[in-house]
């Protein structure tokens, strides 16, 4: 069974990344894309191109008919949706295959458990992942509301069961406000998801967001390889990401990977997963499993020589995992920032035309992205331009290299967070590990106040 033409369904970065990995497997690719990305990089590098509608996403990278119609003329054998769009879509996921078009990605039913926070939440407490104390389910009723409340102690938090990025979600502090809460959470949920189910979790006060990369083959055979730290974050949108975290212990690594490799296995899961953690104060609760690939997938490529997307490719042609558990390795130390065309401290979007472009370079330095000079960013899509990756032998040593290389990377004609990341990187909570998913915010109101 093997696969000899890849439709990319996605764009940007990503759809790069999956372009490359394709072609060093000697596997043909086929991007596309709407009419605002025509002179993106994933197109011209692409071995075809086919264009699937207008700039916005819902008449393009979000149009089902017309990337199967696509992959269909194109003869393609397998999509990848690399992550965002449908990505996490388990209904496309069954027409793909429905199609006898491989489905580069984990089984449909496993995207669609894992797609539901209060389903997710259930399977992973079957599976012996660590729960935060909460709701066994959906609540609607504000006085259910009120007891589950008092069982687990206020704070809580109210989530949508659909969705993410913080939409949907409400601290309460006391049983006065919870009804309140509870409306206004699923009024958000269905505004934003069309979904106005929530539950309620104990709230942790000040944690951090720890995630393990996993891989299943499909046949009960998974390993893990490792973690990452993604605790700088903005409105619960990650900012950078480091591996291994400066927290975790060896043990507590392998502890902890073990639990999340046996689910894996349990669940018979196939393809690359990630089981996202709060920790605070030496214990892990279970958050979400992301069905795909993860944008910070990088760190844990750079610490363990693993190329996911080749496992990705190689697992979905039904070949077995490259590397066990046994042969894996865990070295040095990886950090990624993400890039975006921003304000780097109010955090306007700017799109526009990219007059000049210099990469960094050098000894472990990898920047993964689609600009060139000349062009234009589009204004109607993620304002991630760039990632850039750095690999050092220990964490000081990385931060050093990541320094000099952002230093060295010059994007000019629209604004970057560039000088965001610079000066997160001489503070000191950041230079020593000691931050958590509350500090970026907290430290961009004093930077204001200043």
């Known amino acids: 069974?093997?696969?000899?033409?890849?439709?990319?369904?996605?764009?940007?970065?990503?759809?790069?990344?999956?372009?490359?990995?394709?072609?060093?497997?000697?596997?043909?690719?086929?991007?596309v894309h709407s009419t605002a990305d025509a002179d993106a990089m994933h197109v011209r590098l692409a071995d075809h191109a086919v264009c699937i509608g207008p700039p916005a996403a819902t008449d393009s990278y979000l149009n089902v008919a017309n990337i199967i119609s696509a992959a269909e003329v194109a003869q393609c054998d397998a999509i990848h949706p690399g992550y965002g769009f449908l990505s996490e879509n388990a209904k496309f996921a069954d027409i793909v295959e429905a199609h006898d078009?491989?489905?580069?990605?984990?089984?449909?039913?496993?995207?669609?458990?894992?797609?539901?926070?209060?389903?997710?939440?259930?399977?992973?407490?079957?599976?012996?992942?660590?729960?935060?104390?909460?709701?066994?389910?959906?609540?609607?009723?504000?006085?259910?509301?009120?007891?589950?409340?008092?069982?687990?102690?206020?704070?809580?938090?109210?989530?949508?069961?659909?969705?993410?990025?913080?939409?949907?979600?409400?601290?309460?502090?006391?049983?006065?406000?919870?009804?309140?809460?509870?409306?206004?959470?699923?009024?958000?949920?269905?505004?934003?998801?069309?979904?106005?189910?929530?539950?309620?979790?104990?709230?942790?006060?000040?944690?951090?967001?720890?995630?393990?990369?996993?891989?299943?083959?499909?046949?009960g055979n998974a390993i893990h390889l490792g973690e990452r730290d993604c605790s700088l974050q903005r409105r619960h949108q990650k900012v950078l990401e480091e591996a291994p975290s400066p927290v975790i212990s060896h043990d507590e690594r392998m502890r902890m990977g073990e639990i999340c490799s046996k689910a894996m296995r349990d669940m018979a899961y196939r393809g690359a997963g990630t089981i996202e953690f709060l920790w605070e104060n030496g214990e892990f609760y279970f958050i979400e499993m992301n069905t795909r690939l993860q944008v910070e997938h990088p760190v844990t490529e750079a610490i363990t020589g693993v190329d996911l997307v080749r496992e990705q490719i190689r697992i979905a042609a039904g070949k077995p995992l490259s590397v066990s558990q046994e042969e894996l390795e865990f070295k040095g130390h990886a950090i990624e920032c993400r890039i975006n065309a921003e304000d780097p401290?109010?955090?306007?979007?700017?799109?526009?035309?990219?007059?000049?472009?210099?990469?960094?370079?050098?000894?472990?330095?990898?920047?993964?992205?689609?600009?060139?000079?000349?062009?234009?960013?589009?204004?109607?899509?993620?304002?991630?331009?760039?990632?850039?990756?750095?690999y050092g032998r220990n964490r000081e040593g990385c931060i050093m290299r990541l320094r000099r290389a952002l230093e060295e990377m010059v994007v000019e004609g629209v604004k970057t967070n560039i000088p965001l990341h610079q000066e997160l990187l001489r503070q000191n909570d950041v230079l020593e590990g000691d931050y958590t998913i509350k500090w970026l915010e907290d430290w961009l109101e004093k930077r204001e106040a200043e």
């Not at 799109?351 to 204004?379: E, F, Q, W």
Request: hydrophobic residues 40%; neutral net charge.
């Open 1 to 31: 069974m093997s696969i000899t033409r890849i439709l990319i369904a996605n764009r940007g970065e990503i759809a790069l990344r999956i372009h490359r990995a394709a072609h060093e497997m000697g596997i043909e690719t086929v991007a």
């Open 101 to 219: 078009i491989k489905w580069i990605g984990p089984k449909p039913e496993h995207i669609r458990t894992m797609g539901d926070k209060v389903e997710a939440k259930r399977s992973a407490g079957a599976l012996g992942l660590p729960l935060v104390p909460g709701s066994d389910g959906a609540v609607s009723d504000p006085e259910e509301g009120k007891r589950i409340a008092a069982e687990i102690g206020y704070p809580v938090i109210i989530k949508a069961a659909s969705g993410g990025g913080g939409r949907g979600m409400k601290v309460c502090e006391s049983e006065d406000k919870l009804a309140a809460l509870m409306q206004a959470a699923g009024n958000e949920a269905k505004s934003a998801f069309g979904d106005a189910t929530v539950y309620i979790e104990k709230y942790l006060g000040n944690p951090r967001h720890i995630e393990f990369q996993v891989f299943g083959d499909g046949n």
């Open 345 to 390: 401290f109010n955090f306007t979007p700017s799109p526009g035309k990219v007059t000049y472009y210099h990469p960094a370079g050098g000894m472990h330095v990898r920047v993964d992205s689609g600009l060139y000079a000349g062009y234009s960013i589009p204004p109607y899509y993620d304002s991630m331009i760039a990632k850039l990756i750095v």
